[in-house]
């Protein structure tokens, strides 16, 4: 699929000279344009891979087996299925990915993890109800601050 060959372009070179965040901002533009384009996907988990942002390098690498590590894609998962939502859905996922056909984004890893997503489940947290009492007076706080 031809994509923005100056827009790519300039984000590659955005990225060579270590301006990650300028590599960012045209990757997504063109993910909202081309949403089914492999490079684009990978070029934007790497430039939020150089910049130490993990979940967010898993989860446009998520599909595409070299882009994102294991560790990457475990972070994307931890942080996207959160609070009510228990597991990663294929309608979460195409809604978080902004694509609507997750197939054809997914290569031979990507269609492996579509196949398990069914299976997966966040773990529990593995702190305890001290953890879970702070977390709650914190949240308490916030809201008395910000009213």
Same mark, same amino acid.
């Given at each position: ?50 910049? /130490?942002?993990? +979940? ?8 595409? &087996? #070299?882009? @994102?590590?294991? %560790?990457?894609?475990? =972070? ?38 579509? /196949?398990?997503? +069914? ?8 702190? &305890? #109800?001290? @953890?879970?009492? %702070?977390?709650?007076? =914190? ?9």
């Amino acid at each position: 699929m031809l994509c923005g060959v100056d827009g790519l372009g300039r984000a590659k070179a955005d990225l060579e000279h270590g301006d990650a965040r300028k590599a960012r901002d045209r990757l997504k533009g063109l993910v909202v344009t081309y949403p089914q384009n492999q490079e684009v996907r990978s070029l934007l988990a790497e430039a939020y891979r150089r910049d /130490r942002q993990w +979940p967010e390098a898993g989860r446009w690498g998520y599909l595409i &087996g #070299p882009a @994102a590590t294991d %560790r990457e894609r475990r =972070a994307f998962e931890n942080h996207s299925a959160f609070g009510w939502y228990p597991r990663i859905t294929e309608a979460r996922l195409r809604r978080l990915l902004q694509v609507d056909d997750l197939a054809a984004v997914a290569d031979e890893t990507g269609r492996a993890l579509l /196949r398990d997503l +069914p299976h997966k489940r966040n773990l529990p947290r593995k702190d &305890g #109800p001290l @953890a879970a009492i %702070r977390r709650y007076l =914190a949240t308490q706080r916030s809201r008395q601050i910000w009213r």
